[in-house]
């Protein structure tokens, strides 16, 4: 429970102002009841069992969109329909709702919902004692409301900014792990239910190290960055490059298996040993590639790629090793151009 609150802000801001709402209203719908005022205490109990409507679909549904939209609606229409029951004291209701609103929607549905809003109230000028309230109910509003947009788009931007350099590498800019767990549980899903074929290649700049030693880190970025942007060149749109970290990375390749994959791969293989250089010395790649087999775990499946990037290291590196097949599959050896490091 608490982990959803940390981790969903809409689900703890609905939360939050549910508890509030039902708090601060329940109380007054006793009250307005024992005072007689019946429509007025029938009207927040609506409000009491409208808020608890939202804060349970959120929790059980987790659409917390909906849940959000519904509250900021009615809270803001209750607030329109106590002031016509209670007369200009009901307008202090409807500030909290103008600010709230933008916490419970996005900023432009928040916006629609505070000037109807405004706008159901400030037709009904017999609310007001007189033209002064009228205006000054009007401007307040909307300034309120001005300010909490601001606020609201603000903190948006900045809240997808975050999300967006939470999932790239900044060095290369290609997806970083994180999302990389995302991807893969998605192919696995999508394997396992259209039963299409999906493999993952894990690659590994050779003797990576040296090239860091002898030319300097930067020199080493460099070379990452170049590789991503070749490797970007020169596969399809729906294959999707991962860094998994260091100077290895993840190529997911879907709907690809048997020959179409091994020819995909040497192709890059080759191009990468034709154009992947550092100071006129080729660098070379090696490869873990391992088809989605039914029923296994993205665990499972990253381990088998892994195994068998193990193994194209260990037999001289510069290859690609297919898990799928239960025996190497060796590339050309290093061309005699390529980067001589040991
Ligand atoms: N320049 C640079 N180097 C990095 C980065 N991330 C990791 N490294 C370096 O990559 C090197 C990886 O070294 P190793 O794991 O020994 O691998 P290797 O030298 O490529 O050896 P093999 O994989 O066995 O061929 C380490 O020296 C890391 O410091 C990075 O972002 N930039």
Redo the contacts with the bound molecule.
């Keep these: 429970m608490f982990y959803r609150l940390r981790t969903d802000f809409r689900l703890s801001i609905i939360t939050l102002l549910g508890a509030c709402a039902i708090l601060g209203v329940a109380p007054f719908a006793v009250f307005r009841f024992m005072q007689g005022e019946v429509l007025a205490g029938l009207a927040d109990s609506v409000i009491v069992l409208c808020v608890c409507v939202s804060v349970l679909h959120a929790w059980l549904t987790g659409r917390t969109e909906r849940s959000g939209l519904f509250m900021a609606v009615t809270t803001s229409l209750s607030a329109v329909v106590i002031t016509r029951i209670v007369g200009e004291p009901g307008l202090l209701w409807l500030f909290p709702c103008l600010v709230t609103s933008f916490f419970l929607t996005g900023p432009r549905v928040a916006t629609v919902v505070n000037l109807a809003a405004i706008l159901a109230l400030a037709v009904q000028t017999e609310i007001f004692a007189s033209g002064v309230h009228l205006w000054s109910f009007i401007a307040t509003s909307l300034v309120v409301s001005a300010c909490a947009y601001v606020f609201a788009f603000r903190n948006q931007s900045q809240r997808e900014r975050l999300e967006h350099l939470a999932t790239i590498d900044p ?1 290369t800019g290609v997806a970083n792990r994180r999302s990389m767990d995302q991807e893969l549980d998605r192919a696995v899903a999508n394997a396992e239910r259209s039963r299409t074929p999906c493999a993952i290649a894990l690659l ?10 002898e030319y300097g ?5 460099e ?2 960055v170049d590789l991503v942007a070749l490797i970007e060149q020169h596969t399809r749109r729906t294959d999707q490059l991962f860094r998994y ?3 290895e990375f993840v190529l997911l390749l879907p709907g690809t298996e048997g020959a179409g994959l091994e020819t995909v791969l040497a192709n890059l293989q080759f191009l990468l040993r034709k154009h992947l250089k550092l100071r006129d010395n080729a660098i070379t790649v ?1 490869f873990g590639v391992a088809q989605f087999q039914p029923g296994e775990s993205v665990d499972g499946w990253l381990e088998r790629a892994d195994a068998a990037l193990y193994e194209a ?1 260990a037999s001289g ?1 510069d290859r690609i090793i297919f898990a799928d097949l239960g025996q190497g599959q060796s590339g050309t050896t290093a061309s005699p151009a390529a980067y001589s490091l040991t």
Excluded: W, Y
């Design positions: 060095l590994d700049i050779d003797h990576f190290k040296r090239i860091n030693d880190h930067s020199a080493g970025d070379v990452l970290g260091g100077e090696s290291k590196r």
